[in-house]
């Protein structure tokens, strides 16, 4: 009888010292297939590895690990997708959640956390973190998302022209790497300084960064 092969794990996260010491906790007990540092690079190597599920930062370049996996969701992608993040907030593992994610583990907690939460995807469970359970319960006990989680309120073009502009990225740039023109990359700009309430760039960087699509 052949061996069962070890759970194919895709690591997003773009600290490459963090990375390593994930690599080095999960390799005993699964094949890491691949190692990449941004979101945009991770719907990418999902689609061409095919792992059996995703351990991923929150927080990274070009496209946040949140709205990669609603990418993923979108295209028809079911690989569970276990977050792994220095967020400890309800609003964050609440958004992660509600995009489809299977597991929400923040990066402080013990190694033998992040295993359990990965086991837990794989048996197509979801997994979230005790230390923010009661937290999460409260805030939907709270309403509607968009209620407690203004970033809610924008769509899903917006929150990738946002975090590229809190980037630093200018117009023209965004454009091309998002296929549309820079006169839309100002409507979407302009867009979501209406639905925000703020009227500076400053401020939108400011709100990017509050909401973790961009860090300092």
Known sequence: MRPLRPPRVLLADDHLLVAEAIRSMLTPEFDLVGVVED????VEAAGRLRPDVIVADITMPHLNGIDALAQLRQGG???PLVFLTMHRDATFARRALDAGASGFVLKHSAASELITAIHAALE???YLTPQLADDVMEAIKQGPEWAVDPISA???RQREVLQLL???RPAKQIAA???ISARTVEFHKYRMM???HVHTNAELVRFALKHGLVEL
């Open 39 to 42: 979101g945009r690079a991770l």
């Open 77 to 79: 992608d079911r690989v």
């Open 124 to 126: 197509g469970k979801t």
């Open 154 to 156: 924008l769509t899903p």
């Open 166 to 168: 809190a980037e630093g």
């Open 177 to 179: 790497s998002l296929s």
């Open 194 to 196: 209406e639905t925000l």
